[in-house]
C-alpha cells in the first residue's frame, strides 16, 4: 500500500503560479510510478502529468503542455506539480497518483493509489 497527501492548492489568479506538493508513505521502496489528474465539477477525472520512478521520463496532457511540470525528489518521497500560467479552466481538484510500475496510465480507472485531492481555483 502507498499513501499520498497532496498540499499546495488555493485561489491564485489567471496568469499566476501554483505549486502542488505529493508526499508519499507506505510502501514506497520498491519504487513507483507517478503522477497527477484532476477532476472539474460534472466533469470525468483526467490525465495531467506522469513522471517514471527515476524522474527520466515525464508525460502531460496536451492542455497542460508547456505550462506545467512535474517533478521528484525520491529521497523526500515528494512528488512536484509546478503550474504556471494557469488558466480559469485549470479550475478542478487535483489528485496525486501512483502505481508499482514502471509508468503510470494517463486512463484514471486503471491507477491504483490515490490522494485525497486539493483544490485549485484560478480567477479570471
Known amino acids: 500500500q502507498v499513501q499520498l497527501v497532496e498540499s499546495g492548492g488555493g485561489l491564485v489568479q489567471a496568469g499566476g503560479s501554483l505549486r502542488l506538493s505529493c508526499a508519499a508513505s507506505?510502501?514506497?521502496?520498491?519504487?513507483?510510478?507517478a503522477g497527477w489528474f484532476r477532476q472539474a465539477p460534472g466533469k470525468e477525472r483526467e490525465f495531467v502529468a506522469r513522471?517514471?520512478?527515476?524522474?527520466?521520463?515525464?508525460g502531460y496532457a496536451d492542455s497542460v503542455k508547456g505550462r506545467f511540470a512535474i517533478s521528484r525528489d525520491n529521497a523526500k518521497n515528494t512528488v512536484y506539480l509546478q503550474m504556471n500560467s494557469l488558466k480559469p479552466e485549470d479550475t478542478a481538484v487535483y489528485y496525486c497518483?501512483?502505481?508499482?510500475?514502471?509508468?503510470?496510465?494517463?486512463?484514471?480507472?486503471?491507477?491504483?493509489?490515490w490522494g485525497q485531492g486539493t483544490q485549485v481555483t484560478v480567477s479570471a
Open positions: 513522471i517514471t520512478w527515476s524522474g527520466g521520463s515525464t
Open positions: 507506505g510502501r514506497t521502496s520498491s519504487g513507483y510510478a
Open positions: 497518483a501512483a502505481d508499482p510500475e514502471l509508468v503510470l496510465s494517463s486512463i484514471w480507472y486503471r491507477v491504483h493509489y
